[in-house]
């Protein structure tokens, strides 16, 4: 039998970021099953890893984490990884075990019991004992506000994921051949041109500086980059990689952009994205957000061929800020998303700072594919797109040296872009051969 569980789908995920690659599964809920001991310990003994978590009026979400099993043995166990823990709205705050020897006690009459310093469902009643100090050191009217009785209590088994949620082989220098070798399917495009649409701040200048610091086998920084309230991108620019310093130009260019603001007559025009997908803004053009180009703008391309348009729209994100975009800010993502596909142009979504989403991630980068907090990310909800079109990485900011790992993923997002970019060469090729069908 499934029950709801109480804990919000935000607490969820910041717990298992502390956790590794795992996810929870309700065990035991006080409010169905019981506020005694004997209900918790038989649907919890011999369950471990696990979670217990602590609700009472006052709105304190509280509890603790043991990698020990439940027993009734009546003794102390000891558990170096054990931690309680309090949420400050959607922060995690963290109070690791001082004596580990005593981290968890067996006690058949009781719930959850963290040593002596805290204790759910205590003698079988809903309600909490807690005692600072006692192998964990906490403030009590931070943890739960003082307020002893629980409205409910629930455990969770803490359990891995065995597989990561995206396969990918570690090995960049397939990858590094494949795009440089790569060809059009179109004989008049010799390269792919891919727009970066997003935020400001999101990552997009620093996205084409990573892709060339790949290539060029050290970090650069060619594209204006940095962090700011306003686009630190005020033109249109497009950028071609080279296969090295002084190699030839690969077969992908990226158009960086104005920067997404919420407010109106800020930012990058949703008009302007229309006359950049179809090929009419020059090189350097100078965005102005209450004026649009037309057709009279210094530059303007009045009859763009194929290798003119946007074969490609990345949307860059801030994984750090998906769950707190601001409403204005999704709509206008949401009006661009419908008008690119209106004009059937592929979209794929780069999911920036993953590290800095995800305490698990920079342990190590490859972490990524098997962190659940990641797979589980609104973004793909938020924009519209399968989570097969969110390619997570990783921009060189503060790096003076590459790492492997972090290549892979960027050069990953690359790959994905040449073959959305075939999908549009496939398109089109269909249209014109039915168009010259029917002039036949």
Not at 185 to 197: D, G, K, Y
Not at 329 to 339: D, G, H, Q, T
């Amino acid at each position: 039998m499934l029950f709801t569980e109480l804990i919000t789908q935000g607490h969820e995920k910041t717990i298992c970021s502390q956790l590794g690659r795992v996810k929870l599964q309700l065990l035991y809920k006080a409010s169905i099953h019981g506020f005694t001991g004997a209900a918790f310990h038989q649907r919890c003994d011999t369950r471990g890893p696990t979670v217990s978590v602590g609700y009472n009026a006052s709105g304190f979400v509280f509890g603790g984490y043991t990698k020990q099993p439940f027993s009734q043995s009546g003794q102390y166990v000891n558990d170096d990884q054990a931690f309680l823990f309090t949420f400050n709205g959607e922060k995690l705050l963290k109070y690791p075990v001082t004596g580990p020897a005593n981290a968890v006690r067996m006690i058949g009459n009781s719930g959850p019991y963290f040593g002596e310093a805290l204790v759910l469902v205590n003698g079988s009643q809903p309600v909490v004992y807690t005692c600072p100090g006692n192998y964990y050191n906490f403030n009590a009217a931070e943890m739960h506000g003082n307020n002893l009785n629980l409205t409910e209590c629930e455990v969770y088994h803490v359990e891995e994921f065995e597989k990561p949620w995206r396969p990918v082989v570690w090995e960049n220098e397939y990858l590094m051949e494949s795009i440089k070798s790569y060809k059009p399917t179109v004989s008049s495009v010799s390269q792919i041109r891919v727009l970066l649409i997003g935020p400001v701040g999101a990552g997009k200048s620093s996205f084409f500086n990573s892709i060339n610091s790949v290539f060029r086998g050290h970090v650069t920084s060619q594209a204006i980059s940095g962090s700011s309230t306003t686009s630190l991108t005020t033109q249109f620019r497009t950028y071609s990689v080279k296969a090295g310093r002084g190699g030839k130009p690969l077969p992908l260019i990226l158009c960086d952009t104005m920067g997404l603001e919420e407010g109106t007559g800020a930012g990058l025009d949703v008009d302007d994205v229309i006359s950049i997908l179809k090929g009419h803004l020059p090189n350097r053009y100078q965005f102005n957000p209450s004026a649009p180009l037309h057709s009279e703008s210094h530059g303007y391309c009045g009859t763009p061929g194929v290798k003119d348009k946007i074969h490609c729209v990345a949307y860059v994100i801030d994984a750090c800020k998906v769950s707190i975009m601001p409403t204005k800010l999704e709509e206008k993502l949401e009006a661009i998303r419908r008008k690119v596909n209106l004009m059937g142009v592929p979209q794929l979504v780069l999911m920036t700072k993953v590290d800095e989403a995800c305490p698990f991630v920079p342990q190590d980068i490859r972490n990524v594919y098997m962190s659940g907090y990641i797979k589980e990310m609104e973004v793909s909800t938020r924009l519209g797109v399968p989570l097969s079109c969110v390619v997570p990485v990783k921009n060189y900011s503060e790096e003076l040296e590459l790492d492997p790992n972090c290549d892979i993923l960027l050069l990953s997002a690359v790959q994905q872009m040449l073959r959305f970019a075939d999908n549009y060469f496939d398109e089109i090729s269909d249209q014109l051969s039915n168009t010259e069908a029917r002039e036949q």
